[in-house]
């Protein structure tokens, strides 16, 4: 190999590295800056539950830069038979806002005394915290379930509630 070829060589491999190097500081400033909030709002801890709730904080996987919030209500004192249930996914976008997906999940059958079937419906929100119906397929889903979504919107705005106020987040 040449001189003209190794030296054209190393300076395409430095600036490969030097521009992967800077992706990973700007990884790191990201998520330390963003999710370190949410973590501290948990006691450093990945996952609480309290006040029959279930709070949880999924930082980004190594140069990834979605990670997301869960929060959601606790299944352990309720009637997985009977009750319906709520949890919120919110993503962090970069431009400071969230996105947030709401899923109502109600037991359909009782299998044994053990288990249910039970179905999961869900619609993310917009940012007057509606339903985003932006598509005809989301608006025929959400017209088939509209009772129920509308049965459930004070489990989901109390879900809301207990995101901003956790997190402190301002969302709505």
């Excluded at 800077?22 to 539950?49: H, M, Q, R």
């Excluded at 930082?59 to 949890?87: C, Y």
């Excluded at 049965?151 to 106020?165: G, S």
Aim: aromatic share 14%; hydrophobic share 40%.
């Amino acid at each position: 190999m040449n001189k003209q070829i190794k030296k054209t060589l190393l300076i395409f491999l430095s600036v490969c590295a030097s521009v992967f190097a800077l992706y990973c500081v700007i990884w790191a400033v990201y998520v330390s800056t963003v999710y370190s909030p949410f973590i501290k709002a948990l006691n450093g801890a990945d996952t609480v539950e309290s006040e029959g709730y279930f709070y949880h904080v999924k930082a980004p996987s190594f140069l990834s830069f979605t990670g997301n919030l869960a929060v959601g209500e606790s299944r352990k004192d309720k009637d997985a038979f009977e009750d319906s249930s709520v949890d919120l996914i919110i993503w962090p976008q970069m431009n400071g806002e969230y996105k947030v997906l709401v899923q109502v999940e109600t037991p359909k059958e009782k299998v044994d005394e053990y288990s249910t079937k039970s179905a999961m419906y869900g619609f993310y929100l917009n940012s007057d915290l509606k339903p985003n119906l932006s598509d005809e397929e989301t608006v025929q889903s959400y017209n088939e379930h509209k009772e129920f979504f509308e049965e459930n919107w004070d489990k989901i705005e109390n879900a809301l509630d207990k995101a901003r106020a956790t997190f402190d987040l301002s969302i709505g």
